[in-house]
């Protein structure tokens, strides 16, 4: 059987874009930040005086730690610059709480379930195996997949708009004078998820255009035989410049 270049490029796709945002979801790379920590190096000295005498602190060097915090929908980490140690936890607190998270987890679980529904019934319906493929079936993948790829853009895009202020208390602020502060911005696994929810919907998209028959060409010699097997017409069969179906339209 001659596959439909859309039920291919679909079959193709779609799987690429289920992994892709499978890696997004389980990567603690959706946000990063950057602080910096200023500790008191070894060479601090207390210095105390006696009776009419001043006490003093004589500061030595001073080090500046940098330190680099990563979150995701499931996992966050936290990691010194330049270092090996790295430490990761589910995530907690407000940030576990935050509605627009919980938000972001149940769409990207829904696609993911939605995604590889749709993948399954795409390949029944491709029938590579066959020589009359499910059109049917293929494009109800399809609408799955695509179904798919728009609950895992509306997770993206709810997660992108409110990246600096998911986890924060708008009660007690952004500011708190004991912890340095962290600047926040977009890490890779968000781009990955971007670039899987696009494959998906263009792959689903593919698939819901095979759901569309090709023609046959009329007889010459059978006008009247619209619904006919494209093979029972010689002028048809004997042709050697177009492809042909051996389906019955």
């Not at 607190?93 to 919980?102: E, K």
């Not at 728009?150 to 895009?157: D, P």
Request: net charge positive.
């Amino acid at each position: 059987m001659h596959t439909p270049a859309s039920m291919v490029m679909g079959i193709v796709f779609a799987p690429l874009g289920l992994v892709l945002v499978f890696t997004a979801a389980i990567t603690p790379q959706w946000r990063e930040g950057q602080a910096r920590l200023d500790v008191a190096g070894p060479g601090s000295v207390l210095r105390s005086g006696g009776k009419g005498h001043r006490a003093g602190v004589r500061t030595g060097s001073v080090e500046a730690l940098l330190l680099l915090r990563s979150d995701g929908l499931w996992e966050s980490c936290l990691q010194v610059e330049r270092s090996e140690l790295r430490q990761c936890w589910p995530v907690t607190g407000s940030y576990q709480r935050d509605p627009r998270v919980r938000l972001a987890q149940g769409l990207v679980l829904t696609s993911l379930f939605l995604c590889g529904t749709g993948i399954v019934l795409a390949c029944i319906g491709v029938r590579c195996w066959a020589d009359i493929p499910l059109r049917g079936v293929a494009a109800s993948g399809g609408l799955l997949v695509v179904t798919a790829g728009v609950l895992s853009l509306t997770a993206l895009g709810v997660y992108t708009h409110n990246l600096r202020r998911l986890g924060m208390d708008p009660r007690q602020g952004t500011r708190n004078p004991r912890f340095p502060k962290l600047s926040l911005h977009a890490a890779g696994s968000l781009y990955f998820g971007w670039l899987g929810s696009c494959l998906q919907v263009l792959g689903g998209t593919a698939l819901l255009l095979s759901f569309k028959r090709p023609r046959c060409p009329n007889c010459p010699s059978h006008p009247d035989l619209s619904v006919s097997p494209c093979r029972s017409c010689p002028e048809v069969t004997n042709r050697t410049d177009m492809d042909v179906y051996e389906v019955s339209c």
